[in-house]
T-cell receptor, first 114, second 114 residues
Framework: EAAVTQSPRNKVAVTGGKVTLSCNQT?????MYWYRQDTGHGLRLIHY???????EKGDIPDGYKASRPSQENFSLILELATPSQTSVYFC?????????????FGPGTRLLVL | GDSVTQTEGPVTVSESESLIINCTYS????????LFWYVRYPGEGLQLLLK?????QKGSSRGFEATYNKETTSFHLQKASVQESDSAVYYC???????????FGSGTKLTVEP
């Protein structure tokens, strides 16, 4: 059973619209992450979280907000979507320290902003 | 900064041929980076293929191997005989034992032809 799930899996949005990408994990991990992946780039970190109520900026946070209302859920919010945010978005969970440093990824959300 | 550079794709090989995907890293802020190979099969999220946390050690999984070479700052992925089912995108990444983030390479798309 998938431990990290994302919804929606595909999304078409209009420029200026609001988009919310959701992620749920059943790993009971403290850390969660949002990445985007574009051709020619590795996964680039947008926001991450150490636990419920916490959000931290990653390498490319501009134009994105994040929300971690619970241990299980971590959302990525595009308040005013732009075509440059067309990408594939991956959520991950992890439990750094204690020798467990692997991240577990969701299947990705493909976002197209027209 | 910390970064990873890997073989640009796409890479196409025939079944039963050998494979090497190059990965070199730069770890300026991480004294003892951990090194990872992740794989994304079509329609799935990223999953850990193998990891090595000690310089000089070799990791292996599903017939793939990678050796952590601190002298050459490399972590090349090799397989002696690939199969069609190995067709996927492979990502090299680095992090630290108590990491907060992983740094990913741009990914190498591998296609194995029958």
């Amino acid at each position: 059973e998938a431990a990290v799930t994302q919804s929606p899996r595909n999304k078409v949005a209009v420029t200026g619209g609001k988009v919310t990408l959701s992620c749920n994990q059943t790993n009971n991990h403290n850390n969660m992450y949002w990445y985007r992946q574009d051709t020619g780039h590795g996964l680039r970190l947008i926001h991450y979280s150490y636990g419920a109520g916490s959000t931290e900026k990653g390498d490319i946070p501009d134009g994105y907000k994040a929300s971690r209302p619970s241990q299980e859920n971590f959302s990525l919010i595009l308040e005013l979507a732009t075509p440059s945010q067309t990408s594939v978005y991956f959520c991950a969970s992890g439990e750094p320290g204690l020798g467990e440093d692997t991240q577990y990824f969701g299947p990705g959300t493909r976002l197209l902003v027209l | 900064g910390d970064s990873v550079t890997q073989t640009e794709g796409p890479v196409t090989v025939s079944e039963s041929e050998s494979l090497i995907i190059n990965c070199t890293y730069s770890a300026t802020s991480i004294a003892y980076p951990n090194l990872f190979w992740y794989v994304r099969y079509p329609g799935e999220g990223l999953q850990l293929l193998l990891k090595v946390i000690t310089a000089g050690q070799k990791g292996s999984s599903r017939g793939f191997e990678a050796t952590y070479n601190k002298e050459t700052t490399s972590f090349h992925l090799q397989k002696a005989s690939v199969q069609e089912s190995d067709s996927a995108v492979y990502y090299c990444a680095l992090g630290e034992s108590n990491y907060n983030v992983l740094y990913f390479g741009s990914g190498t798309k591998l296609t194995v032809e029958p």
